[in-house]
């Protein structure tokens, strides 16, 4: 069975520029989650949905960040405009609602924005 | 949000058990406690879990305190694979499914 998707694993952008962060979650999870990892910051979880609906989104930190689930296999982040500061590894994670609440986490797109 | 206290770093030698520690004294959720690992230039990997008694997988055992207040991560034999961070998470009030990840402890191994 495939892992969580992340594409692209790598961007290079510059200030200004719209970024799109894609996520394909594990088949039969109904839970996804968007985190950030920065040196500064550590690991942060930006936003989390269930069954396609935003639970929480508490961390994402304005309005240049959105996140939308079109459906129960993808997901978007999506910055714009892009700021030199959002650079860092954003992760994906899917879980199993109903169970212990493991998380699997995708191989993260790093993101530089010059 | 529970507060997790982890030592910042340990040092073990290969084939050697490793016992790594967490404190989660202020607890307060009655659902899993989680570990995670990240290895260099990838993503947090699932480790164990455990609610009120010992655990073993074939990666680890989890020994958590009677009063679920600490727990320690127990590597019987450290490889040179095993070097990572490790994050101790303790279920988040409310029973929301988000993980919150602390600092963790730089596991090195040395051959």
């Known amino acids: 069975d495939a892992g969580v998707i992340q594409s692209p694993r790598h961007e290079v952008t510059e200030m200004g520029q719209e970024v799109t962060l894609r996520c394909k979650p594990i088949?039969?999870?109904?839970?996804l989650f968007w985190y950030r990892q920065t040196m500064m910051r550590g690991l942060e979880l930006l936003i989390y949905?269930?069954?396609?609906?935003?639970?929480?989104d508490s961390g994402m930190p304005e309005d240049r960040f959105s996140a939308k689930m079109p459906n129960a296999s993808f997901s978007t982040l999506k910055i714009q405009p892009s700021e030199p500061r959002d650079s860092a590894v954003y992760f994906c994670?899917?879980?199993?609602?109903?169970?212990?609440?493991?998380?699997?986490f995708g191989p993260g797109t790093r993101l530089t924005v010059l | 949000d529970a507060k997790t206290t982890q030592p910042n770093s340990m040092e073990s030698n290969e084939e050697e058990p490793v016992h790594l520690p967490c404190n989660h004294s202020?607890?307060?959720?009655?659902?899993?406690i989680h570990w995670y690992r990240q290895l260099p230039s990838q993503g947090p990997e699932y480790v164990i879990h455990?609610?009120?008694s010992n655990v073993n997988n074939r990666m680890a055992s989890l020994a958590i305190a009677e009063d679920r207040k600490s727990s320690t991560l127990i590597l019987h034999r450290a490889t040179l694979r095993d070097a990572a961070v490790y994050y101790c998470?303790?279920?988040?009030?409310?029973?929301?499914?988000?993980?919150?990840f602390g600092k963790g402890t730089k596991l090195t191994v040395n051959p």
């Open positions: 994670a899917s879980s199993r609602t109903g169970g212990p609440g493991t998380q699997y």
């Open positions: 088949s039969g999870h109904n839970s």
């Open positions: 949905f269930n069954n396609n609906v935003p639970i929480d």
């Open positions: 202020t607890i307060s959720g009655t659902d899993y």
């Open positions: 455990g609610l009120t």
């Open positions: 998470i303790p279920p988040t009030q409310g029973g929301s499914e988000k993980l919150v």
